[in-house]
């Protein structure tokens, strides 16, 4: 089974609204990481938070990291119909070397 | 997609067939990876490589085999295509572990079995 796991599966919201993605693990990690993909094309490496830091922002991006509770949330402010994409979290799993673990994915559409 | 290149972009081939795809990297980052991408399953990790001559298995690596002869180059092999392999095939890249381990992921190959 996905280590990450997103939810929703589908987000649609408006223009300028917040748009909110979370995934959950399994087992421990060293980091977690959010990739984008717009369609057609490759993952987009995003933001990256390691397991000992508890928010990260990136312009419009801010993630949170809860290890307790085995989640993270990635906040996207002031949409943009440019942020119509998939939302992929990762784990990097404490025992998987290098190798990251892919949840299937949050589908957010921004209307314009 | 900068620095990593997947060739072909597309291929139909026919159930039986050998079928190899290449990623190619100029960023001569020591991890690379092969994924399949299906509705419904995310991504999931075929083959990785931690160097030269270095590979080792992912979650489905069922019916591939991979080689890395050289660094900016990884190549997997279907041996003998099925129809439960047509799918979008994504090469991907990283410095390593300890490193971040953030991926570059190259544009893909949609791969389509009859």
């Known amino acids: 089974s996905q280590q990450g796991e997103e939810d929703p599966q589908a987000l649609s919201i408006q223009e300028g609204e917040n748009a909110t993605m979370n995934c959950s693990y399994k087992?421990?990690?060293?980091?977690l990481q959010w990739y984008r993909q717009n369609s057609g094309r490759g993952l987009v490496h995003l933001i990256l938070?390691?397991?000992?830091?508890r928010e990260k922002h990136s312009g419009r991006l801010r993630v949170t990291l809860d290890t307790s509770k085995k989640s993270s949330s990635l906040l996207i402010t002031a949409s943009r119909a440019a942020d119509t994409a998939s939302y992929f979290c990762?784990?990097?799993?404490?025992?998987?070397?290098?190798?990251?673990?892919f949840g299937e994915g949050t589908q957010l559409t921004v209307n314009p | 997609d900068a620095g990593i290149t997947q060739s072909p972009r597309h291929k139909v081939t026919e159930t039986g067939t050998p079928v190899t795809l290449r990623c190619h990297q100029t960023?001569?980052?020591?991890?690379m990876y092969w994924y399949r991408q299906d509705p419904g399953h995310g991504l999931r990790l075929i083959h990785y490589?931690?160097?030269?001559?270095?590979?080792d298995k992912g979650e489905v690596s069922d019916g591939y085999s991979v080689s890395r002869s050289k660094t900016e180059d990884f190549l997997l092999t279907l041996e003998s295509a099925t129809s439960s392999q047509t799918s979008v095939y994504f090469c991907?890249?990283?410095?390593?572990?300890?490193?971040?381990?953030?991926?570059?992921f190259g544009p893909g190959t949609r791969l389509t079995v009859l």
């Open positions: 990762a784990t990097d799993a404490k025992t998987s070397g290098s190798r990251l673990t």
């Open positions: 991907a890249i990283s410095e390593g572990a300890g490193l971040g381990n953030e991926q570059f």
């Open positions: 960023e001569n980052h020591r991890y």
């Open positions: 938070i390691r397991s000992n830091e």
């Open positions: 087992t421990s990690i060293n980091n």
């Open positions: 490589s931690y160097g030269v001559k270095d590979t």
